[in-house]
């Protein structure tokens, strides 16, 4: 069982480039969220999805975008990084009940 | 939008002492909450959640929790605390369509 499979695992951007972050369920949950983890900040989330064609903001949405166009795939793209992104991305999906299933997560350093 | 406090940053207890991490949330209605836990470089684990009946939830690893309405809490609770536990905990509670966490609670267990 893959579960969420998230990569790359490790990414280092010079500020301005942009990226791709891949996210990708096998469980055929419809609801998929991108969150970036802080020091002392706990997991924000900074967007979501409740089905293929479906995306919604959370807390932290400036600077990131994502689009849904299957059930199985929630890529987060980064248009052109700063160094306030650094962080672990993690990517999580779920049933209806709600319980999140979680990758293993991206590092990203923004230089 | 719904939020959670987790009052204590960094606890440390002796190997086989009891544990009690704390929760608060805010949520106008009936919150569905979690606990994950985050071993250093992994992902997130759910340990336990609460939707509704019972207050006191069982969950993986001996862990329990009690929801209490009246306090706005769901602390996390485990009788005899293992080497293996030391983590950080987080705890979540879902709104409408997005789920947010605590700053988290990281734990360390003296031998």
């Known amino acids: 069982n893959a579960g969420v499979t998230q990569t790359p695992k490790f990414q280092v951007l010079k500020t301005g480039q942009s990226m791709t972050l891949q996210c990708a369920q096998d469980m055929n949950h419809e609801y998929m969220s991108w969150y970036r983890q802080d020091p002392g900040m706990g997991l924000r989330l900074i967007h979501y999805?409740?089905?293929?064609?479906?995306?919604d903001q959370g807390e932290v949405p400036n600077g990131y975008n994502v689009s849904r166009s299957t059930t199985e795939d929630f890529p987060l793209r980064l248009l052109s990084a700063a160094p306030s992104q650094t962080s672990v991305y993690f990517c999580?999906?779920?049933?209806?009940?709600?319980?999140?299933?979680f990758g293993n997560g991206t590092r990203l350093t923004v230089t | 939008a719904q939020s959670v406090t987790q009052p204590d940053i960094h606890i440390t207890v002796s190997e086989g002492a009891s544990l009690e991490l704390r929760c608060n949330y805010s949520y106008g209605a009936t919150p569905y909450l979690f606990w994950y836990v985050q071993s250093p470089g992994q992902g997130l684990q759910l340990l336990l959640k609460?939707?509704?009946?019972?207050?006191l939830v069982q969950g993986i690893k001996g862990f329990e929790a009690e929801f209490k309405r009246s306090q706005s809490s769901f602390n996390l609770r485990k009788p005899s605390v293992h080497w293996s536990d030391a983590a950080e905990y987080f705890c979540?509670?879902?709104?409408?369509?997005?789920?947010?966490f605590g700053a988290g609670t990281r734990l360390t267990v003296k031998p």
């Open positions: 979540a509670v879902r709104g409408n369509n997005d789920m947010r």
């Open positions: 999805s409740v089905g293929a064609g479906i995306t």
């Open positions: 609460y939707f509704s009946g019972d207050t």
């Open positions: 999580a999906s779920s049933t209806g009940e709600g319980s999140l299933h």
